[in-house]
């Protein structure tokens, strides 16, 4: 493979690991908006309860997708460094040297770790707002 290959794969993966947080943002801001809009009626236990499972499961997936995206990311990332010292003296040096200081990415590990974080506060939230008999945004009729 050529340089431009790594790099094209590289971009790929990028996009891919984009794809996965902005469906994980969505999802998450969804919940999160139902849990805030929903009527404070009986069932809110269970409504949370639900909801929780129901994200924790998706979150699981989400996770496994962007833990498997981002190690396919980072080993086009050394494919992309190991084929620049392949092409030391080729006359697109100056474009290699010009793009290779942006070819870097998080480890899985970093990626897993934002991931788990942002779980707890996501779930902390749903159990926050439907325990919490004062949220300020549910209006409570008489």
Sequence with gaps: MEFKDF??????RSNAMETFWNFYLVVALGVLGFVVTAKAE???????????????LFA???AGGLWQAAGQRNSASCAVHHSETLLKNNPADR???????????????????????????IVGSIWTITLWPLW???????
């Design 42 to 56: 009986g069932g809110k236990q269970f409504r949370a309860v639900i909801l929780s499972l129901g994200f924790g």
């Design 60 to 62: 699981i997936t989400n």
């Design 136 to 142: 300020p945004f549910v209006r409570r009729t008489p």
């Design 7 to 12: 790099l094209a794969y590289y971009c790929d």
């Design 95 to 121: 474009y290699v040297q010009e793009v290779l200081p942006y070819v870097t990415s998080p480890t899985q590990y970093q990626v897993l770790l934002v991931h788990i974080i942002a779980d707890i506060l």
